[in-house]
């Protein structure tokens, strides 16, 4: 893919979003094509923040209460 764009002129492949992964065209040590995929960025900022609001609540719970 990468060689056929840039035949074309067209710069890098883009990436795209597909069951939850962000797909994107990357080179090997080697330098051979490889696809590389990622965990959809607005999926673990999600997941980050849910996370941070939990630890915040629990802040002020009893510390036996925090080890259960």
């Given amino acids: 893919a990468a ?10 492949p883009e990436t795209f979003t597909f069951l939850g992964f962000t797909h ?20 673990v900022a999600a ?5 941070k609001d939990l630890l915040r609540r629990r802040r002020y ?3 036996p209460e925090q080890g259960e």
């Fill in 61 to 63: 719970w009893s510390i």
């Fill in 24 to 43: 994107i065209c990357a080179k090997t040590r080697e330098g051979r094509f490889a696809l590389r995929r990622k965990t959809i960025a607005k999926r």
């Fill in 47 to 51: 997941k980050l923040s849910e996370v």
């Fill in 3 to 12: 060689e056929n764009r840039r035949r074309r002129r067209l710069g890098r």
